[in-house]
C-alpha cells in the first residue's frame, strides 16, 4: 500500500475593509470552503507554488509576506486516504483586489474578520488558522 505526504500551500489575503479571502470550492462531489491555495508540484518551492495557485485560481498577483501557520498535528487527506496531509500557510499580499470570476468548481468570497468562526471553513486545519487571524486581531 504506497503512502505518501500531499503538501498543500495556502494564502491569508486580507483587504482594507478587514476582510480574508476564502475559496466555496467543489471537487470530487464535495462541496468546502478553504484558503485560496493549492497543491505543491515536484520541482516547486513553496511560495512559487502559493504565487501559481493565486494566478491560476483568481488571476491575481500576490506578494508573500511570511510564513504564518504549518499544521503540528496528523491529518489524513480528505480525498486520498493514504495520504498524510501537510498544509503551510502563509500571509499574502496583493496591491490589486480585483480577481477573475470564479468557475463552475471554484468561487472566491470575502468574509470579515469581526464575524467569521471556525464554522465557517470546512478542514480541521483551516478552522485552526482562523482561531489564529482571530486572536492576533484581539492582540
Do not use: H
Amino acid at each position: 500500500m504506497d503512502k505518501g505526504f500531499n503538501i498543500r500551500v495556502y494564502g491569508v489575503l486580507i483587504n482594507e475593509k478587514k476582510e480574508v479571502l476564502l475559496m466555496d470550492e467543489t471537487r470530487f462531489g464535495v462541496s468546502f470552503t478553504k484558503f485560496p491555495g493549492g497543491g505543491l508540484e515536484l520541482g516547486e518551492g513553496l511560495e512559487d507554488c502559493l504565487i501559481r495557485e493565486f494566478q491560476e485560481e483568481l488571476g491575481m498577483s500576490i506578494k508573500v509576506l511570511g510564513l504564518m501557520y504549518v499544521n503540528p498535528f496528523f491529518v489524513q487527506s480528505a480525498f486520498n486516504p493514504k495520504d498524510q496531509l501537510i498544509a503551510v500557510y502563509y500571509t499574502v499580499y496583493s496591491s490589486s483586489f480585483e480577481m477573475k470570476i470564479g468557475s463552475d468548481t471554484e468561487q472566491p468570497k470575502w468574509f470579515r474578520l469581526d464575524t467569521i468562526s471556525e464554522d465557517d471553513l470546512t478542514f480541521p486545519i483551516d478552522k485552526e488558522v482562523v482561531k489564529l487571524i482571530k486572536q492576533k486581531k484581539r492582540d
